[in-house]
T-cell receptor
Framework: EDQVTQSPEALRLQEGESSSLNCSYT??????LFWYRQDPGKGPEFLFT???AGEEKEKERLKATLTKKESFLHITAPKPEDSATYLC????????????FGTGTRLKVLA | GAVVSQHPSRVICKSGTSVKIECRSL??????MFWYRQFPKQSLMLMAT?????????EQGVEKDKFLINHASLTLSTLTVTSAHPEDSSFYIC???????????FGPGTRLTVT
C-alpha cells in the first residue's frame, strides 16, 4: 500500500540548533518526492522536488536528500522565521497526478 | 516559480446559501487542478481532481452535488459549496500542476465560515 510517514510530528529547536526531518515512503516507481512549507492560514509553499536516490537540493538553510526509502530535510542553524509545518508528498503508484501527503512536521524555532 | 491565486481569501456565508471559490493559475496553463480541504492542525485532504474540459474526479466520501467543480479554462477552476452548513466551515486550498509535471503549486487558501 502506498504510504508516506513523517517524523517527528513536532519539533522544537533553539535558534542555531540544526536538525533533520524525516519522510519515509512506500510507493513503486517513484515519480518525485516533494517538500513544502506551510505557514498557519496559508497554502503550502513549494520547496523542493527530488527524483532519484542520492539527489540533494539546497535552499538557504534547508537541504533535502533522498534515498530509496526516505527523504530528509536538514535545517542548518535555523532561525525563528523557519518555524512552520513541513510537508512531504509523493505521487501514488497508480500513476495519477494527485499526491499522497505525509501528516507533516510542525517545527518551532525559539529565539 | 509558478503562481496560483485564490479568491476570496475569506468568506462568511449564511447556512443554506452557496459560495463560489475561484482558483487561477497565473503564469502557466493547468490541465489539472486539485481541491483540498484542511482542518486545524491536520494535513491536506484531497477532495477532487479538476480536469479542464471534463468532469471532476471526486475522492471517496466527497459529495459531488454539494461541492461543484468547474474547470472551464486552462487557467481557472471553481469550487462551489452548495447549500452550505456550519460543518462545511473549513480552509479550502487549490493547487495546479504545469503540463506534464507532478509538481503542484498551491494557492493561498480560502477560509470559509458558515454561520
Amino acid at each position: 500500500e502506498d504510504q508516506v510517514t513523517q517524523s517527528p510530528e513536532a519539533l522544537r529547536l533553539q535558534e542555531g540548533e540544526s536538525s533533520s526531518l524525516n519522510c519515509s515512503y512506500t510507493v513503486s516507481g517513484l515519480r518525485g518526492l516533494f517538500w513544502y512549507r506551510q505557514d498557519p492560514g496559508k497554502g503550502p509553499e513549494f520547496l523542493f522536488t527530488l527524483y532519484s536516490a542520492g539527489e540533494e537540493k539546497e535552499k538557504e538553510r534547508l537541504k533535502a536528500t533522498l534515498t530509496k526509502k526516505e527523504s530528509f530535510l536538514h535545517i542548518t542553524a535555523p532561525k525563528p522565521e523557519d518555524s512552520a509545518t513541513y510537508l512531504c508528498a509523493v505521487p501514488p503508484t497508480s500513476g495519477t497526478y494527485k499526491y499522497i501527503f505525509g501528516t507533516g512536521t510542525r517545527l518551532k524555532v525559539l529565539a | 516559480g509558478a503562481v496560483v491565486s485564490q479568491h476570496p481569501s475569506r468568506v462568511i456565508c449564511k447556512s443554506g446559501t452557496s459560495v463560489k471559490i475561484e482558483c487561477r493559475s497565473l503564469d502557466f496553463q493547468a490541465t489539472t487542478m486539485f481541491w483540498y480541504r484542511q482542518f486545524p492542525k491536520q494535513s491536506l485532504m484531497l477532495m477532487a481532481t479538476s480536469n479542464e474540459g471534463s468532469k471532476a474526479t471526486y475522492e471517496q466520501g466527497v459529495e459531488k452535488d454539494k461541492f461543484l467543480i468547474n474547470h472551464a479554462s486552462l487557467t481557472l477552476s471553481t469550487l462551489t459549496v452548495t447549500s452550505a452548513h456550519p460543518e462545511d466551515s473549513s480552509f479550502y486550498i487549490c493547487s495546479a500542476s504545469p503540463p506534464g509535471l507532478y509538481e503542484q503549486y498551491f494557492g493561498p487558501g480560502t477560509r470559509l465560515t458558515v454561520t
